[in-house]
């Protein structure tokens, strides 16, 4: 399975576990604060705020919890102020990685960083090293047994989707970012559950890994970055096959 889909549907089973201690919440409640304070504490005038609100949904943050980060975004509970930042460098066998981070101290978080591209075989590259791999696009993935092929296919194209895949359990479908949440309300409208939703850098190809302890090597790597408060999203281009992903499972 490709990189990116393989990597947001593990990120999606472990939300619910880090929900659980906090830690997505967390997450969540910069990525509100960042986006009132760039475009303003109304989710209906501002995109990636209710972006952001979908996301703390998706966590199941509770509602008074997502107006109190807006609260601080607005200057209603005390300033506070994340830094924005995207880390490139390269993962066991060459793998592109960008690690996109909200922190409240730069020098913290960028040693943080390099020692776990280096805990795990990779090395922190310079700014724009591998980000050229990659584009922004709207990510959406529904378990094959959830929707049949031409239903999906006629909503993902109604909604203005760029592409619908079938890859080995699930569909994956993506779509400019401006047309995410037009899609996602169409198929929350037909009741179709989907396993990932989400805002994602996808990469234009993929390094093909064929043995399980570099996969478990990159596995553990991306893992340590999700672990971290500061880091909001890790993208990859690793593809693992399922017989080598069942054996670093097991």
Aim: aromatic letters at 6%.
């Amino acid at each position: 399975m490709s990189g990116h889909s393989h990597w947001a549907s593990i990120k999606h089973k472990k939300a619910s576990v880090d929900a659980k201690r906090g830690k997505a919440w967390s997450k969540v409640a910069r990525m509100i604060i960042v986006a009132a304070k760039r475009g303003g504490g109304d989710p209906n005038g501002n995109i990636g705020l209710r972006y952001a609100i979908d996301k703390a949904k998706s966590v199941n943050m509770p509602r008074d919890t997502i107006e109190k980060a807006i609260k601080k975004a607005t200057g209603e509970g005390g300033a506070i102020n994340f830094e924005e930042i995207v880390y490139e460098g390269y993962g066991p066998k060459g793998v592109a990685i960008m690690v996109d981070v909200l922190t409240d101290n730069r020098a913290r978080t960028v040693a943080e960083i390099k020692k776990m591209f280096e805990r795990h075989g990779g090395a922190l590259g310079a700014a724009g090293c591998v980000g050229w791999m990659f584009h922004k696009k709207g990510l959406i993935t529904v378990r094959t047994d959830k929707a049949k092929e031409d239903d999906l296919m006629e909503i993902a194209l109604s909604a203005g989707a760029d592409d619908l895949r079938n890859i080995g359990e699930i569909f994956e479908i993506t779509c400019q970012p401006s047309a995410f949440l037009e899609l996602k309300k169409e198929l929350d409208a037909k009741s179709i559950p989907m396993e990932v939703a989400e805002i994602s850098m996808v990469a234009a190809s993929n390094v093909p890994i064929s043995d399980a302890e570099t996969a478990r090597k990159i596995i553990a790597l991306m893992d340590e970055f999700e672990d971290n408060e500061d880091v909001q999203n890790a993208y990859a281009n690793f593809n693992i096959p399922d017989d080598i992903m069942a054996k670093v499972s097991t």
